[in-house]
């Protein structure tokens, strides 16, 4: 373990770099590199890792709590069941990471490109991902309940099983995602697109949905109790057997709409 707080500004770690358990806590390592280090079970909390390069670097059950990224590349890192709570990693390079079971609970992702990332069965309940990109990427099973989503771009994701109950996802893009069997109940989808996803079992109660678009969208058993729709893009989509006791319609555009 360095002792006290000491500054690793720029320092470069040889690639292959064994550092399992290691404990850097609330040093400052901006601009260090870390490619392909391995910081297995790393004491990380509260570094500051502002345009570090860890790519490729392996975090497995390392706790990075309260740790502060801008600019920083993680792009292809592991941070399976990594502690990432609170965690502020704005506008950063998360493509192809993988945050499987990790914890990122009200964390800040703000800004950054998360494209084919894994965050399957990660605990994300309040995280922020407003203008974040996620091509592609894997949320299965993530709890991501009262998450910021504004203009959130994933096309093409998975959020299959995932629960967003409460989530604010104004303007975001989940164009052609999987969202089977999720949890929106509640969540704010005004001006979303969901143009072609596939949201078969999921429930929508009491999501407010104005000006969505649901376009050929698949809704097969959907729960939209007390939704709000009004003025929402529903031409092609499939309803059928959907619940829409109490949902509101008014001006939605239902051209072709199977019901």
């Known amino acids: 373990m360095l002792s006290g707080q000491t500054r690793l500004r720029g320092i470069v770690f040889p690639s292959g770099l064994a550092l ?3 404990a850097l806590i609330g040093h400052d390592l901006e601009e260090a590199i870390f490619v392909e280090v391995d910081l297995s079970g790393a004491k990380l909390a509260g570094v500051h890792l502002h345009g570090a390069d860890l790519s490729r670097a392996i975090l497995t059950d390392a706790d990075i709590c309260g740790g502060a ?6 792009s292809a890192a592991s941070f399976g069941r990594a502690a990432m709570k609170g965690v502020y990693c704005y506008d950063s390079n998360l493509t192809g990471a993988d945050f499987a079971g990790a914890q990122l609970i009200g964390a800040h992702l ?15 309940d309040g995280i922020h991902l407003a203008n974040a990109s996620a ?11 009262a998450a910021n989503l504004t203009r959130f771009r994933a096309m093409q994701a998975c959020f299959d099983g995932a ?21 929106l109940a509640g969540a704010n989808l005004e001006n979303a697109i969901l143009e072609d996803a596939d949201l078969r079992g999921t429930s929508l109660a009491g999501a407010f949905l104005y000006r969505t678009n649901l376009r050929n969208a698949d809704l097969r058993g959907v729960s939209l109790v007390g939704a709000t729709l009004i003025q929402a893009d529903l031409r092609q989509a499939d309803l059928r057997n959907a619940d829409v006791r109490g949902a509101r319609f008014k ?3 239902t051209g ?4």
Do not use: P, Y
């Open 135 to 145: 091509l592609g990427a894997d949320f299965t099973n993530a709890r991501m309940r």
């Open 163 to 183: 629960c967003l109950e409460g989530s604010v996802m104004k303007g975001a893009n989940l164009e052609g995602s999987s969202l089977r069997d999720c949890v």
């Open 251 to 253: 001006q939605a555009k």
């Open 110 to 124: 703000d800004e950054s490109c998360a494209d084919h990332a894994c965050f399957e069965n990660c605990s994300m």
């Open 69 to 74: 990224f801008m600019k920083s590349n993680l």
């Open 256 to 259: 072709g709409m199977r019901f």
């Open 20 to 22: 399992e358990q290691v």
